[in-house]
């Protein structure tokens, strides 16, 4: 007959067992190993989680979601609001950029250069758009901008100009050429003052190329900040036949409550940005954009 204590050393003992085998096996497993295992289960354990709350019926009205979002208490702040001059009638030189990178890097550099004019008081010639990339778009400023609109509402900020002028050199008419400058990425002001300044004083004009980021966006000048708001979200308007193509794609949207997203100038390298690489091949991927592009 079996002793009650038999019984319960063999059960824990059992246990002490498997514990220490436990012990034994991670204490052989490399930390990375073990540290993959948890990563794992965390991972597995989230999508579960997202998974279910994607099936969950999301109950939301149509006209809601056109609606303009609560400000929460924020206001514009494109108007200067405090002294804020005219530009001098005579500038210290020209400028002229070459904004470089995709439609919204394009966008952030004509701000910097309107606020780069301001700084050096200088006269902004129409900036460039790059034309020479991947998608080969030969669109400029005046294909896309509203070039009248643009000019007329930064009038009181910088002088602009569509060209550089033409100069009188040895009895013979000359375009007037500007000097090439690459500028640091994310630049201070005090380049532009200095730097900048000195070369567009020696030559007349300066060509800053290439021009993404190459301001820096953290300024400690409120009124400069208030310009860049004022260019990005007054001065620069498409295009009357582009805004009528872009409001009946809206319209359509609010009427029939679906939604789609575009992107104007695809490139290949997004597709990896896209997430699109976890479930399908490049070769794949370019080859479906094509079929429907």
């Not at 003992?13 to 930390?31: A, I």
């Not at 609109?149 to 000359?174: A, W």
């Not at 021009?211 to 004022?230: G, M, P, T, V, W």
Request: some cysteine; glycine content about 6%.
């Amino acid at each position: 007959m079996r002793r009650a204590g038999d019984a319960l050393r063999r059960r824990y003992g059992n246990r002490r067992q498997l514990s220490v085998g436990f012990k034994g096996l991670f204490g052989r497993l490399p930390v990375a190993v073990i540290f993959l295992l948890i990563c794992t289960v965390s991972l597995f354990a989230s999508l579960k989680g997202n998974n279910s709350s994607l099936n969950r019926p999301q109950d939301f009205r149509v006209d809601e979601f056109w609606d303009i979002a609560a400000s929460g208490g924020w206001r514009p702040s494109s108007a200067p609001r405090s002294n804020w001059p005219s530009p001098p009638v005579r500038s210290n030189g020209f400028l002229r950029v070459r904004c470089n990178g995709g439609l919204n890097q394009q966008r952030s550099a004509i701000c910097n250069a309107v606020l780069a004019a301001r700084i050096m008081n200088a006269t902004l010639v129409l900036p460039e758009l790059d034309a020479n990339s991947f998608w080969h778009d030969d669109s400029g400023f005046q294909g896309i901008y509203d070039v009248e609109h643009f000019i007329k509402s930064l009038r009181y900020d910088v002088h602009i100009v569509e060209k550089l002028p033409e100069i009188q050199k040895n009895g013979n008419t000359k375009k007037m050429k500007a000097y090439q400058v690459r500028p640091p990425r994310d630049a201070p002001i005090s380049w532009y003052t200095t730097v900048a300044f000195e070369k567009m004083k020696e030559h007349g004009a300066i060509y800053l190329t290439p021009f993404s980021h190459r301001l820096a966006e953290e300024i400690d000048n409120h009124e400069y900040q208030r310009l860049r708001c004022r260019v990005n979200y007054h001065a620069l308007r498409f295009k009357p036949h582009i805004m009528h193509l872009s409001n009946s794609i809206i319209n359509q949207l609010r009427a029939q409550g679906h939604f789609m997203a575009i992107h104007l100038r695809f490139e290949m390298d997004m597709l990896a940005f896209a997430g699109y690489v976890h479930t399908l091949t490049l070769f794949s991927c370019i080859q479906g954009y094509n079929s429907i592009g």
